[in-house]
């Protein structure tokens, strides 16, 4: 295990590795290290060649100190003799720093059979399913691959014939500068505000497009109905994968269906950069209930013939298993009190507006 502090180093490397995830870039690492994480790059290796890699971000809660590895650690899953010697080397980590839990919830494909010995593993070694989930379980994938003619031909008629609709009413799609970022953070606004969905403040998402555009790797697009911004996203890209991490729209001009065209001309950009695969980032636990309050965003998703992958979510490792108790008890109550205020400070707004 080899700690790393060098942007190019670490980059490098990480994208030996399959499925090399964003979240473990060194422009993750740094972003949150500017809100309150602490980034700590470990690298394993076997003489030149590349076998393992974890971004560690650790945070103080007061006396509390927690460790995340977001979407990693990144490696070979179905490797189990790898899989222990990088779990092992993680919980020697998470002693030494005295941290109340180790989180992590790498891309671990619950629907295989390899993915089933490695929570096998995960459980044997004592850690446990989280009570909290940071990022989206589950997940919808597009593969790339194919050229574009076969990419539309796999989408539903349906969303053919929008994105087709889209263009005809006039709808356009463009790559766009910094100097929109309010404007993303305005529609971002909103539609948290019609969709029930908490957001960050924001200088928190100005840091993010700061960070990502000057890294290369990310790529802002905005529709328009005759100069008229209806919606927005962030496209972010690292290695052969792009993401939908953010995405933002107006009521305004839904007729003209602007985020089927929208989400078409990512798809077009992430191949441009000669990405293979789109995340389109979020899906349902389950797809056996369509009130599921994600149902909406899967049916949106798998419209433009996207896959369904079901992962095994977030595992913690807990040095102290009495403390971890404690916390996990208390922890989803703090956060439900931090979502009342929230909520009453939004309605508040709505009053005054």
Known sequence: MIKITDEAIWDA????LPAAHIL???????????HGWRAIRYFWRDGSRSLAAAQVLVQKRGRLCLGYVPKGPILDWSNLPLVDRVLNNLEVF?????????KLDPDVRTDTRSGQAVLQLLQQRKWRASFEQIQFRNTMMLDLTPDLDQLMEGMKP?????????????????AVGEEHFPLFYRLYAETARRDNFIIREEPYYLDV???????????PLLAEVEDEPVAMLMLFHFGQYAWYLYGASRSLHREFMPNHLLQWEAIRKAKELGCTAYDLWG????????????????????????EFVPHIGAYDYAPNPLLYRIYAFLRPRLVELAQRRYWTQMANQRVSE
Do not use: C, I
């Not at 490397?13 to 030996?16: K, T």
């Not at 899906?283 to 996207?306: C, H, I, N, S």
């Open 158 to 174: 349906k969303w053919r014939y929008n994105v087709r609709l889209a263009v005809r009413k006039g709808v356009t799609v463009r």
């Open 94 to 102: 998470a002693r030494q720093e005295g941290l109340l839990l180790l």
């Open 24 to 34: 473990q870039s060194w422009t993750w690492g740094a972003l949150k290290s500017r």
């Open 209 to 219: 497009w700061q960070h990502f555009a000057r890294a290369g790797q990310l790529v």
């Open 283 to 306: 899906a349902p636990d389950t797809l056996d209930d369509e009130q599921d309050g994600m149902w909406g965003v899967y049916r949106f998703k798998v419209g433009f013939g996207a």
């Open 13 to 16: 490397a990480l994208l030996e």
